[in-house]
């Protein structure tokens, strides 16, 4: 006993109703007992003393102990969820909604429903209490309230996203519908979500599927979402990959202006960053009956060009719906809607070029050599700033040098540029090489 724990401070309402959420960090076994968990109305600064055991406060109202509800009217009733079960790296989530009724989330499902006639006009404080198994729990403060659920039209083929194809990264609502990154402090990657149904085949115009933009994070970021589609069936994989590109074969665009061809295993530059999303955005996933791939956004097409193999998009054939939540989108849904839109002649924007002229007559100037002004402090340079050379010495943070102009771009729209060795210094060491 005596493992109780009250919030800091008061739980804040939003439109869901009231929730917090707890991830179990360590378990014991033996024991028939696991957590307790819920609300109070009883102001922790007021308590003298914590008791025994949380059902002993005079106002709380719990859910778990050995499979029961705990409230201070009815007392103790009997439940089909046993918290004795629960394994480290579950997450436990307690909503009270507007109406007072509490409801138990594990790992985003909805698990049991708990006591009704909560006081929510009152201040209500999270109350947990760590009795049998569960040894340790860890508060989540950026935990958000699963969605609600809603249904698709009528003989709609697309179910929301897969539970059984999600990056370690992703948390998916209880409905199925939205998709969450987190940990984004860590801007660690596996955010990768699959749609759980192929998308339907409409005869002449292709396959089609949308996302809405729920929220973004602020900031400067190197990259932005990625969506396309995969041959890949959700059932068959066992883990997905750090980043969408790498599930094989996949077609995607977006990141900071790039599309993947999955079977090429090329990159092409396009004119859409995903980095300039915004709440409220939609963009959609077209794959034209021809194997194009086209996006857009808000209605307007913003890139395309890559083109899948006749095998991968013909009438048999089946593509899921995929995602990568890197960069600035935090949270998106997939969008009830799977009919492809009336498209009309409209050409995709061409890519950005590589390089620009800087005025109506003047060219950008390209690398002749490297910059004199910018040599590492052990570095000489001749005059003309095509040979450079290296005083001895043994710092290694003062030999760097860098071109004094852009590379230039060549018909192919690469660039590049090559070095020749004139001499080597002496010595076994690798600093001196």
């Not at 059932?235 to 993947?260: I, N, Q």
């Amino acid at each position: 006993f005596d493992g109780g724990i009250l919030g800091a401070r008061r739980l804040r309402e939003s439109a869901h109703g009231f929730y917090f959420e707890v991830r179990v960090d360590d378990v014991g076994s033996g024991s028939p007992d696991g957590l307790a968990i819920g609300v109070t109305t009883v102001n922790p600064e007021r308590l003298q003393e914590v008791p025994e055991i949380l059902d002993g406060l005079q106002y709380a109202w719990l859910v778990g102990f050995d499979g029961a509800i705990f409230s201070p009217n009815d007392d103790f009733t009997e439940i089909d969820w046993h918290p004795s079960e629960l394994k480290i790296g579950d997450r436990v989530g307690v909503l009270v909604s507007p109406a007072g009724e509490l409801s138990i989330y594990v790992n985003d499902r909805r698990r049991v429903d708990g006591p009704q006639g909560v006081p929510v006009k009152s201040a209500l404080c999270m109350a947990v209490d760590l009795i049998g198994n569960t040894r340790c729990v860890t508060l989540l403060p950026d935990a958000r309230c699963p969605a609600p659920g809603r249904e698709p039209p009528p003989g709609q083929r697309v179910t929301g996203f897969s539970r059984m194809a999600l990056g370690r990264r992703v948390r998916i609502s209880v409905d199925g519908w939205s998709v969450e990154r987190v940990d984004v402090e860590t801007n660690e990657l596996q955010a990768v979500a699959l749609g759980a149904d192929p998308l339907e085949m409409f005869e002449g115009r292709g396959r089609y599927f949308e996302v809405h933009v729920d929220e973004i994070i602020p900031g400067q970021w190197p990259d932005g979402l990625a969506l396309g589609i995969t041959s890949r069936r959700p059932e068959e994989l066992r883990e997905l990959p750090d980043t969408a590109d790498s599930l094989v074969p996949s077609w995607l665009a977006g990141y900071d202006g790039a599309c993947w061809d999955g079977v090429g295993l090329d990159w092409h530059l396009s004119s859409w960053d995903t980095r300039e999303l915004q709440p409220g955005d939609v963009v959609g996933v077209l794959l034209t009956a021809q194997g194009e791939l086209r996006i857009l956004l808000n209605g307007n097409v913003v890139a395309g060009g890559v083109h899948l193999p006749e095998e991968k998009c013909g009438p048999k054939s089946l593509v899921y719906p995929v995602v990568d939540l890197l960069g600035s989108v935090r949270r998106l849904s997939l969008l009830p809607r799977g009919e492809p839109p009336e498209m009309s002649t409209e050409t995709v924007p061409p890519p950005p070029p590589l390089l620009q002229n800087v005025g109506n007559d003047q060219p950008v100037v390209t690398m002749t050599g490297f910059d004199r002004g910018k040599l590492g402090l052990r570095l000489d340079a001749c005059s003309a700033g095509v040979k450079c050379k290296r005083r001895p010495g043994r710092d290694l943070d003062a030999g760097l040098l860098i071109g004094n102009h852009p590379l230039q771009l060549q018909a192919d729209s690469s660039v590049g540029f090559s070095l020749t060795i004139d001499d080597v210094a002496e010595g076994n060491g690798r600093e001196e090489i």
